[in-house]
């Protein structure tokens, strides 16, 4: 199975910024989409980014538009989080997924393996 361990999450101000990554067990990029998802407390997990390796497109949900950016790197075997202009409704527990899938989808119960997430603390 494929393992996924997040890192890099923390306490920031409003407006400040954090990249998050996710180390893979194995070379994900090439066989598999790759997603960011978030649960907030009292919250449904929600998406918020995934990459296709397929096609080489990135997708989002509207609210992170303009401020994340998902990226990867093959050779560290790692995808990462960039983001900016961070908001205390951003606040969250951030978990990185893999499908066994290249295209990605922003349904949480199509991807397959799960790391344990990372904590994203935005304060006003």
């Known amino acids: 199975q494929v393992q996924l361990v997040e890192s890099g999450g923390g306490l920031v101000q409003a407006g400040g910024s954090l990249r998050l990554s996710c180390a893979a067990s194995?070379?994900?990029?090439?066989?598999?989409?790759m997603g960011w998802f978030r649960q907030a407390p009292g919250k449904e997990r929600e998406f918020v980014a995934a990459?296709?390796?397929?096609?080489?497109?990135?997708y989002y949900q509207d609210s992170v538009k303009g401020r994340f950016t998902i990226s990867g790197d093959n050779a560290k075997n790692t995808v990462y989080l960039q983001m900016n202009s961070l908001k205390p409704e951003d606040t969250a527990v951030y978990y990185c997924?893999?499908?066994?899938?290249?295209?990605?989808?922003?349904?949480?119960?199509?991807?397959?393996?799960w790391g344990q997430g990372t904590q994203v603390t935005v304060s006003s």
């Open positions: 997924a893999a499908r066994l899938v290249t295209i990605p989808t922003p349904r949480d119960t199509d991807y397959n393996y």
């Open positions: 194995e070379r994900t990029f090439t066989n598999y989409a």
């Open positions: 990459i296709s390796w397929y096609d080489s497109n990135t």
